[in-house]
């Protein structure tokens, strides 16, 4: 358990936010990224494999499924949504219809982006694993984020930073 600190002007004071997920980047780490720069101080929960297969069917988590965000009684679940509503709390959500769409075409994408790592996820030799990440961003990933930033580049113009750009803040050590 880590709890990060924050002074964000739109939570409620007294708000409690707790972040679940695996001790992994994951599906959790857009979200993490919008809660800090949000300044939101919240409690990072993360469990390992063993202890997720003693909870998932406990009935705290809607879907049978991390993450979930817990903020003052109510659990949020599915990564999207989530980063949604963290970003619209907090005004790092376009209002413009059309910017809008941009931005959820871009976080829509992004499952094309991860779909393909899932079977590699519970892999336990890592160096198969990092193999498998190497070939596919040689491979498949330039094409993609080329288009991903063509359609990004316009909303987020005008904007310091927005839903969208959470969702691409993935480090890539081929590109420093």
Request: with cysteine.
């Amino acid at each position: 358990r880590r709890v990060h600190g924050g002074n964000s002007k739109q939570m409620e004071s007294g708000s409690k936010v707790k972040l679940t997920y695996f001790d992994s980047y994951g599906r959790a780490e857009f979200i993490r990224i919008a809660l800090t720069y949000a300044r939101v101080p919240f409690e990072d929960v993360r469990l390992s494999w063993s202890d997720w297969s003693q909870q998932k069917s406990s009935g705290k988590f809607p879907f049978d499924q991390l993450p979930v965000l817990e903020i003052d009684g109510h659990v949020l679940a599915q990564s999207a949504s989530i980063l949604r509503y963290v970003c619209q709390r907090h005004n790092l959500y376009p209002t413009n219809l059309i910017d809008i769409h941009r931005t959820e075409s871009i976080v829509t994408l992004l499952d094309d982006f991860i779909i393909p790592f899932r079977p590699y996820w519970r892999e336990s030799e890592k160096e198969k694993q990092q193999k498998a990440y190497d070939d596919y961003f040689a491979q498949h990933l330039p094409g993609q984020l080329q288009l991903s930033l063509i359609h990004i580049s316009e909303p987020t113009r005008q904007a310091e930073i927005s839903y969208a750009v959470f969702c691409l803040k993935k480090k890539n050590k081929k590109n420093k």
